[in-house]
């Protein structure tokens, strides 16, 4: 069964303080690892796919990372309005995209 | 262009009664998902459209959940005989086509309480 953990559960920084989220997974086949923000009382925006090991992209203060087990979310001198839900999902061949449960992120000021 | 939408964003409803969902997808896509995210949870996947194809309904959770897609474009959501568990936001996502390459984009969704 395809699984996606991702931790921390919560994580709060200051700003200015670069950190990263972690998600792993066991899928076999992976067709793609996807990265979505997600704001209160809003569905996920989309950030990053990637689809094979030591594949990098970069959007701003944001870096997400591949290997075959895990994927690193790595935020770069955080700013409050980095402060979101960040979700990281799976998928495969023939089967819908697979969710961990976020990792819930406040950044302070 | 616009993006997915879905309505209403807010919808209360009392045990036992049925209710419906709406989704509409950006222009052009042909692929059409709905996910339940209830508290604390990761999103569910519940049914997903593609074209003309018959749908994947794998992760609807029971016989009291269905969905329809009219025309290849607008979606519709029916949870008959509402219970408690039911209770959470319902998302709807919608991509250019199904495959490796493929991007889900999300509407806002509808929050879904019931008494």
């Known amino acids: 069964e395809d699984q996606v953990t991702q931790s921390p559960e919560a994580l709060r920084l200051q700003e200015g303080e670069s950190s990263s989220l972690n998600c792993s997974y066991t899928?076999?086949?992976?067709?793609?690892l996807f990265w979505y923000r997600q704001d209160p009382g809003k569905g996920p925006e989309f950030l990053f796919t990637?689809?094979?090991a030591g594949e990098e992209k970069e959007k701003e203060r944001l870096k997400a990372t591949l290997t075959k087990k895990e994927s690193f979310l790595h935020i770069t001198a955080p700013k409050p309005e980095d402060s979101a839900t960040y979700l990281c999902?799976?998928?495969?061949?023939?089967?819908?995209?697979?969710f961990g449960k976020g990792t819930r992120l406040s950044v302070i000021a | 262009g616009a993006g997915v939408s879905q309505s209403p964003s807010n919808k209360v409803t009392e045990k036992g009664k049925d209710v419906e969902l709406r989704c509409d997808p950006i222009?052009?896509?042909?692929?059409l998902y709905w996910y339940r995210q209830s508290l604390g949870q990761g999103l569910e996947f519940l049914i997903y459209?593609?074209?003309?194809?018959?749908?994947?309904k794998s992760g609807l959770p029971s016989d009291r959940f269905s969905a329809e897609r009219t025309g290849g474009s607008v979606s519709t959501l029916t949870i008959q005989r509402t219970q408690q568990e039911d209770s959470a936001v319902y998302l709807c996502?919608?991509?250019?086509?199904?495959?490796?390459?493929?991007?889900?984009?999300f509407g806002p969704g509808t929050r879904l309480t019931v008494l």
């Open positions: 459209f593609q074209g003309n194809s018959a749908p994947d």
């Open positions: 899928v076999s086949g992976l067709r793609g």
């Open positions: 222009s052009g896509h042909t692929a």
């Open positions: 996502a919608s991509s250019l086509r199904r495959g490796p390459t493929d991007t889900q984009y």
């Open positions: 999902a799976v998928r495969r061949p023939g089967t819908p995209l697979v």
């Open positions: 990637l689809y094979s």
